[in-house]
């Protein structure tokens, strides 16, 4: 998740195996790694989930993989969107590139959503995250977060630094409490969601319980929440050029995502062992920090919401400067105007970064209408960045059938149905909604090919007629009713 902080940290002599494990990790866990707990919960029972963990690891390791093939086949080309620039040609790079730029800050209100929520274990009014005291709160820790940045002050090693410490840490401290404390026969009582299934189709399992349906709708609705918690991992990428050797950056890749699940499936699994998962699905967001605090009264909530509040405020910060980087390289490429990538006298994208930042106010004040804030800007993020992803994994499919290596071309259409597919079953309405944000974005897109003095192709036009289409159809279905906030 802190792609833009890991490329600080690399030392000039290029970094070894453990360094480049540590930096797949750093760049996953954020948020989403305090959240899971709940979410999980809330739509699945011990049994899908550790299916659902499955799937999404495969589909994770052949995404992370294309990625390192394709950053050591072709090392000349700048950021994730070009390799669908160089592809399909400009309109998907900027596809692509516009649709991790929306990724980046919707990222941050996501963050904004659980550092409130947070707040709200020690101050009862800003729980669930999206009451007007806390859109007011979030949007002045976001405002100083943009004025820092524009103001020249980067994240330093040594705050990111006390960030991973933090995170690692207080996540190392929940999973061995859940080991200790894990009680087989609680986990194992309604394995597949049978029992809960039965009691909400009986009325008996409270006035607003809903059924998890069967096994495969579980295991579908699981997707995008874990989807959510590998956003971050396209930055094993940026390593195949700063590692001291280049076979270690698969390697790196593979213990990486092992010891990512290990923490996922620790955090979010174990506690289904301590505790009902019908009753963590009832708790407070984040769950993770009302599980630890039953499992450590006194100080197990407190020792959580300070790790949480310390953890998002570093990814907030590092997310505060990536959509801005993200648009600098864009506007290098002649995907956007070269306002967009000017630097002020501290070597800052100013005017970008005042875009977004308004922006992510702008959808800050969306969420006041969010039934659940979190999970409608998590999903929104995540959404955005599988167009990206989804994008990369068929250039390298394009790739490897142009240079008949099967094995690769085998792991990129694996990583491309597993993107493809996730998001249609799980994410579609979502998907449609963010077609919304990339309206705005064709004005830019236009100017920047007007500039280069060749307006819009037959298939930009195409594309834009299509994307806004989608777009409108969205806002249409948001005013009937049939998908929601």
């Keep these: 998740m802190e792609e833009a902080t890991a490329k600080q940290e690399v030392g000039r002599r290029g970094i070894g195996l453990f360094g480049l494990i540590g930096m797949v990790v750093s760049s996953c866990i954020g948020s989403g790694a305090f959240a899971i707990t709940g979410q999980l919960s809330q739509v699945a029972s011990p049994g899908a989930a550790l299916i659902a963990w499955l799937i999404v690891g495969v589909g994770f390791l052949a995404l992370a993989l294309s990625l390192n093939n394709l950053g050591a086949r072709r090392p000349d080309l700048p950021g994730i969107f070009s390799y669908a620039q160089e592809g399909f040609g400009p309109f998907a790079g900027f596809i692509s590139g516009w649709g991790y730029w929306l990724s980046a800050w919707l990222g941050n209100v996501a963050f904004a959503t659980m550092m409130m929520s947070t707040l709200g274990y020690f101050f009862p009014a800003f729980l669930p995250g999206n009451t007007v005291p806390c859109i007011a709160i979030a949007s002045v820790v976001m405002w ?105 950056v698969g390697k790196a890749t593979v213990i990486g995502l092992a010891c990512l699940l290990a923490i996922y499936i620790g955090c979010s699994v174990l506690p289904y062992g301590y505790m009902p998962y019908s009753e963590i699905a009832m708790l407070d967001y984040p769950a993770m920090l009302y599980v630890f605090e039953d499992m450590a009264p006194g100080w197990g909530g407190a020792f959580i919401s300070i790790a949480i509040i ?14 801005a980087e993200t648009t600098s390289e864009m506007a290098e490429a002649k995907l956007l105007p070269a306002s967009w990538g000017a630097l002020n006298k501290k070597g800052a994208p100013q005017m970008s970064l005042v875009v977004v930042g308004g922006c992510t106010q702008a959808f800050m004040l969306l969420l006041l209408l969010s039934a659940d804030a979190y999970d409608f800007a998590y999903s929104m993020c995540t959404v955005s960045i599988v167009i990206t992803w989804a994008l990369a994994a068929m250039y390298q499919v394009k790739l ?86």
């Design 400 to 485: 490897s059938g142009e240079r008949h290596e099967a094995g690769q071309l085998a792991i990129g259409l694996v990583a491309s149905v597993f993107l493809v597919v996730g998001v249609l079953f799980n994410g579609w309405s979502f998907l449609l909604l963010t077609c919304v944000g990339y309206i705005p974005g064709f004005v830019v897109y236009a100017k920047a090919r007007k500039d280069q003095g060749e307006g819009l192709g037959r298939v930009d036009k195409v594309g834009i007629v299509v994307v806004t289409a989608l777009g409108v159809l969205s806002l249409v279905l948001l005013g009937m009713g049939i998908i929601s906030l």
């Design 144 to 248: 100083l977060l943009t004025y820092f940045v524009i103001r020249g002050v980067e994240s330093a090693s040594v705050l990111n630094a006390v960030v991973m410490v933090c995170k690692v840490a207080s996540l190392a401290v929940f999973i061995i409490f859940s080991v200790f404390m894990f009680n087989a026969g609680v986990f194992t009582a309604d394995f597949w969601g049978t029992v809960y299934n039965n009691a909400v189709a009986a009325g008996s399992a409270g006035a607003d319980a809903v059924a998890l349906g069967d096994v495969p709708q579980q295991i579908i609705n699981c997707l995008i929440i874990m989807m959510w918690v590998f956003v971050g991992v396209e930055g094993a990428s940026v390593m195949s050029s700063r590692a001291a050797r280049k076979s270690d």
């Design 310 to 323: 310390i953890s998002i405020l570093g990814s907030w910060l590092s997310f505060t400067m990536l959509p």
